[in-house]
């Protein structure tokens, strides 16, 4: 099976979206000459191309791209070729209504902007297969060809008759019967119950509160679709190149779309990174996509899609000052990626992206963020051959699963104030600033691999996940989970005693008497280990059995005496979220009983120390100088410096030791 | 005619909402167990069971709930039987769009929550007089049968087509002629005369302002349409059971329900109470709420639903900390209620409403919640004799109208800092914190019997009510009004001067030059009576008559010295809401004058007293112990303990003395 | 060509918006005898008298309306005329529903409300000339009649159908072919080629950001289709009267009317102006509008609409204190105005403004409002013969441009934290702090007459306007620029470098490499001149060229050393917008070195001084007495007082000298 290693050939690829019919050909002479010079060896094309392509119905327009796949073979440039699906020209809504979508209020969304498309429209499907064929037939065995890149970033919903139509025939597949239905769905509450599949349809615009698990099917639902539509494209540029990898590329922690069950489908999995340059805790944030993205490819990975100076799409949109793109594109060759791209190459003079950075942005070629640009690209030269292929371990893995995110974030739930993605953040930080390498895993993987296993939150869990769970504990693993974890089942139906009865066996959880949610900067005081701390968003009224252990418990209050912290065994369970330092020292702990040491000991603040293969990369996140201890001898594959037992790491400095 | 004594028999209600379709049979019969242990003597059935009862249109399902009533009956629990019209089945939408309401935009509301009806679809009204007509035919006669409950929380409103053509009807029933609404409506402004009752509409989405009187009259008709849909229930189970009560819950101080109207249809007035356990002010917004009811009720009330736990639905849900529970149904007791019942009996496992306590929530038989439930009903049997039936009095009466309030809340008032619920929760909170037990009245009601009448604030006034107001006052009763009070008639048509010119003179008001809103968090000085104070929300620039005191008037600024508190006699008229403090300080002050006495001399703070009948309950709304003084000998009907001139309760404590 | 002296023949116009259709025929002898009392010489009528005028389709009952016209010249009030086509009468949307605008998702703007018309309806059209014909034709000759006013306040955005096919007749017209639009709108970029015109819509509701160009040329188009409706019904009426003059009453700065193509098909360019009075800054908002509306009427204009005390579309509606009406009138006249009108002569008592305030108010005549209002009258009737007619003159001209506002207010901007209008204001009160008398004026104008020229930010702008710059400087010109100006060209394209290269040239930029918006909150500390400042909204990392010179850096922080404050000659960029004292001081140096002086030298904070004609106003918008200097000998219009070298205001003071 081909994968990216296909693609590399030993090379990081360096390069991005490439968009050359906004331009004349002339630029794209000037464009190449650039490219070159800054050591772009990958181009995708045609990821908005279709109106290009296809100017009317049916029509093909390909003269334009069979010079610049020839221009680029020419130059060395490889091309990751696109499917043109995400935005449909003008004439397809126009035309055929029925491939717009519709949202829950019942407003189609026209085109004009991106994305305008229904992923149950048979419609689009169709015109997005017959575009996709002629694509594949035309370049399939073009030289410069060697990546498929299906449509772009999906992330689409529709609440429209036709997804309707859909949503019944999904759901008579996953239930069968319409008691079966009823039964997932809880509707002999608020007589809600279903006498035919007619009636049924997506959760549009209601007076109160929607039926959750309808909502949590129809989560599920839209990604299944997507990924449909996916597979559709997929398997048509396979039968044409079944040597050439594909992919698609993922927006981090998107809610739509279940990451895990699509990693499967792809060769190359790929993700777009856009921390804000302005977040203190960015660095991080890139960290938790990288260390997710290489556990969904299981290795080497590739960043689709990074901005090289600000976005256009925040309130305020902040450049990336001097060195911050070139440390994080390298905290993404750390962390496992193969390939640093960007989008895009040349910035747009006009559109809704034109104030979106460009590897060639409004500045030009002797502007400060081409001339990085330049720098970065020899430096990934340099660092190819000792990187591609090679692999970042980690021995701690955290939980999560879209399934559960879904059934969890629901109207009528306890506390709005809990967002799973920055409960999810905040567990990944206390790790990385711990500077332990963390990766991700799903609830149903096999975990015996890992030291630690770490739940941040896993608010509904099968009945095999728990098991997968109470086995790894049996078998010696350390688990840690934070609340809302085991509350429901898989159609989001409480589980007796308010929380799944082994796991709170396992955690030494007698009775749960009450959530004691916290409000919006309310603090629980809490006293125990790691010493004083508070705890922020939850707290619970817990009796815990007699074999376990109170590791901190509440101060005053209500809870005065109760545990927020219970250990049993090598099982942890924290019902509150302690303040960052508060879970740092703690996962720390945890880890280091376990056995798991960081990358490096003895690491300054505001330094990464990641190791991939045999190398050791240092990241000085800071603007200040700092010494790291490095015990032995070494030499910076970057510069070829040699040094012993320190080195000393410039602002947003980077080095790339071997023994 | 048939009142709630004809449903209690003496016992307090105990109990609440029973939706046992949502589970299998065995657990009825753990039900009935657990109900029986914990002094239940009442539920209510079917309040959402229409797609259970009516799975198909006019098919019919009722041997479940046969099965249902005779269980309840074997075990002495009477049936409080619900039509379950507030919740259709999806067959109705799916089948009938025209039950489904329209919002002011334009969006249908579709099943998939609940409420989903059209108050005006006469589909829905012929389906919900059918499924009453049945229901009444079937257990009419069953001896657990004790009272009807109709439909549920009215609450929808409806700008579809179908309410414009009732819209239509209402109005020239109204008005008789166009040219009536025409004047009405002050249509000569913004070019609106209609010319034919074709022409108008439910005030449907605009681009500015939209009328308001055209507003307010869309509110009457809102209620009026509801109104119609009850009683059209009502008087068919009437029909059937002459001899038993009828009631319908309202939510406290619903903005779209005329509950003074409404009350006269009642047999039995049923109010569900929901206060945030957080809310440091919880107790006396359950004190309004429970006076209301009261004064509605004119006697007994049933306390319908409130939560044994959290609710689910606001931001953050709070659970009630040990002792609240009881503290607030015995509140509830000590202000009128023959009834205390719940939101649910058994918490649900799966749909919107899992995370809403029960009686029985997901801890089960052994978590506190329970066991709290467990004590209050076997206290509820202990008070039952000597409580049924008593009255609450009260010497001062508020007025609230909701018409006046309809007419005041509207695009293009003075200042949208002036929310009236928050304004007539001031000037109760003003004569709660006195401990000064208060009633609720209408305008038009007879005062005579009352001490003092206060008057939060009423925007719009009719000739009939302001001659009620006069004739009070001339009387000898003492009358204190807010600001914004009798500024608009009934069509909301602004009375010269800005305000009633008798109203004026009563007040001692010889011209009103300026209303001054103040910002939010803007606050005006005052000096006078009592003492220093801040006005809050409002200030007015009056030239007072001669005859008139200024008891308080504004310091400094542009209105220094003029009027903030003004008397004429026994007539009081504030200019400005005085900070919480000094409006309880100054209506102590006047209903001191007005020889009113609170239940008890001497309370300490949070500690509340009320007087129901011969009893004295006392009730601690504070965490800590407190003594307080009770001359003379008394005993505690829930102890059975004796004691003289003091009495210590713990936190939450309450004690029944009698003598 | 007539011109507003058309209709002031010496006297300053006084009165306002009387609708007296709302009034029994007796009131209306009630305000003739107060309007003369007051000295009030006009009123505007018919502004919202459709449905009276024409209770249905084609009926027209006018009668009321004669009455009206004579009752008014019988005393001596002239009438401006108003179509009524701001509001249609209900028959009309319920009829046609094609007259009814859509918004942008989609729902329809129905009537209740007010200008709930379509510009694009040809039915609307037809009507609206219908009675205009019908109007001129029955007053274009009675005596009382001096001036037509078209519609009220044009501000109507449709996003219909209907409005659809009049843009694409729009685009076909501005761009020829399906090529030119395409290449205008950058559709090469996200699919968005157009093959047919019927393809292109208004910019509705789509998944993600819209085409800027499309959303820039549907505002332009919006201000065109409102401007056709003017024209259209401006034609008709001059054809029935040529000698008299023609107006239609602008909002200020209102966003969707390009107010300087506008003026040119006025006879008297008229405006609304509600400045907050609480606003700190009221009198300057007021000063910016009153030196915008006589820049484009190129003199003298008229004050169409004020509010003698509260207005009742804001959250809280304050009164105006005492004294404040008068000065913000004389104000006005001071910079131009030989109109002070107001809306609306009497209060309404029903419908959505009765909490506006009236020339009378709900106080009535001898509430404070309308003692003021006398008062006035009588102070204009004194200076009207001085001061018809004269001119403001000023020095300074602040560029504003609609188009370019449309332009750079866009989805996928770098900042939504920079506000146009804001920024707008910022430069205008920094002048008018430095007691600077300010003009405006469109980029393409003749700026030869200036001694400065000062561009807050003209984010597009052609190669004709950035010549007329250039030629500006060149011929001795001093020009101030705010950033973000020159970035875009008319079709909202980048120009390469991100910036217009010649502007780069002109300023000293040589490159700039990124832009830095600061976050809300944010500074950027600076120094140089004027001393240490700190600038906000926006920062900038710019390389300047060798004969440029850095007046003031940035201090530390990413940028430190790079210029805030960039001056090339007598060309002066800044990078960021100092905060307000730092702008003022940096405006007044740079005005006083190009030899502008303010109209008084001296003068104390909180008083402003304008000159017109010969005559020199003085205000006094504090609220404590003060005494300016003001050399030689002089004499107070309003009170005939001499005095020498100085003079004292009284609270909001005001006179006006002549030597």
């Not at 026209?110 to 689009?124: I, K, V």
Request: include cysteine; proline fraction near 5%.
């Amino acid at each position: 099976m081909p994968d990216l290693s296909t693609a590399t050939k030993g090379r990081i690829l360096y390069g991005g979206d490439y968009n050359p019919e906004q331009w004349p050909e002339d630029t794209w002479l000037e464009d190449v000459r650039l490219m070159k010079a800054a050591g772009v060896n990958s181009v995708t094309l045609g990821v908005f191309s279709w109106s290009t392509l296809e100017p009317r119905p049916g029509e093909r327009n390909f003269g334009w791209l069979d010079r610049l796949m020839d221009l680029m073979h020419a130059n060395g440039i490889g091309v990751v070729l696109a499917t043109p699906t995400s935005s449909p020209p003008p004439w397809m809504g126009h035309l055929y209504p029925d491939t717009l979508p519709v949202d829950q209020d019942g407003r189609t969304e026209h085109w004009g902007g991106r994305q305008h498309f229904s992923h149950s429209s048979a419609t689009y499907r169709r015109f997005a297969a017959a575009i996709t064929e002629d694509l594949a037939a035309r370049y399939g065995g073009h030289p410069a060809l060697t990546m498929w890149h299906i449509n772009n970033e999906y992330c689409t919903f529709d609440w429209s008759e036709r997804a309707a139509d859909r949503f019944r025939i999904w759901l008579q597949r996953r239930y069968g019967s319409l008691d079966a239905l009823n039964s997932a769905w809880g509707t002999a509450f608020w007589s809600q119950g279903y006498g035919d599949f007619a009636e049924v349809h997506t959760p549009r615009h209601a007076h109160y509160m929607k039926n959750p698990t309808q909502v949590l099917d129809f989560r599920r639902f839209t990604s299944d679709m997507l990924l449909e539509c996916y597979l559709a494209e997929r398997d048509i540029v396979r039968r044409a190149t079944p040597h050439l990898p594909v992919t698609t590329n993922f927006m981090p922690l998107w809610f739509g779309q279940d990451a895990w069950r699509w990693a499967e489908e792809e060769d190359v999995v790929s993700v777009d990174i856009y921390p804000d340059p302005r977040d203190p805790l960015g660095a991080q944030q890139g960290a938790l996509v990288q260390d997710m993205t290489r556990s969904q490819a299981r290795g080497p990975w590739m960043l689709m899609e990074q901005a090289a100076g600000p976005v256009n799409w925040r309130g305020v949109n902040h450049p990336k000052p001097r060195g911050l793109n070139r440390l994080w594109s390298l905290q993404a060759v750390a962390r496992g990626a193969d390939a640093v791209c960007y989008f895009q190459w040349r910035q747009s003079r006009q559109g809704a992206e034109k104030f979106h950075a460009g590897m060639v942005d409004h500045a030009g070629e002797e502007g400060r963020v081409h001339q990085e640009i330049k720098q970065l690209g020899a430096e990934l030269r340099v660092l190819s051959e000792k990187v591609t292929g090679s692999h970042t371990d980690n021995d701690i893995a955290i939980l999560h699963d879209w399934q559960s995110w879904w059934a969890g974030v629901q109207d009528g739930r306890l506390s709005s104030e809990v967002d799973y993605p920055d409960v999810l953040k905040a567990w990944h930080r206390a790790l990385w600033e711990a500077h332990l390498t963390t990766g991700f895993a799903h609830p149903d993987h096999d975990l015996t691999a890992y030291k630690v296993v770490v739940v941040p939150q896993l608010y509904a869990l099968t009945d095999a996940a728990i098991d997968n769970l109470l086995a790894y504990v049996r078998q010696g693993g350390t688990l840690v989970s934070g609340f809302l974890t085991g509350i429901a089942d898989e159609d989001d139906r409480v589980r007796p005693g308010g929380m799944d009865a082994r796991l709170r066996e396992l955690f030494g959880i007698r009775t749960l008497h009450e959530w004691w949610p916290l409000d919006a900067g309310e603090h629980a005081e809490c006293e125990g280990s790691p010493g004083g701390f508070r705890g922020t968003l939850w707290s619970e009224e817990i009796d815990k059995t007699e074999d376990a252990t109170t590791e901190a418990a509440y101060k005053g209050g209500e809870l005065g005496g109760l545990p927020a912290v219970l250990r049993r065994g090598r099982a942890w369970y924290l019902s509150t979220l302690p303040e960052p330092d508060a879970l740092r020292e703690l996962l720390a702990r945890v880890a280091h009983d376990a056995g798991v040491r960081p990358a490096l000991a003895g690491l300054p603040d505001r330094v990464e120390a990641v190791r991939r293969g045999d190398l050791l990369f240092l990241l000085n996140h800071g603007r200040e100088s700092v010494t790291v201890e490095v015990p032995g001898a070494h030499r910076d594959l970057l510069t070829g410096e040699a040094g012993t037992d320190r080195v000393t790491l410039g602002r947003h400095g980077v080095v790339v030791l071997e023994r």
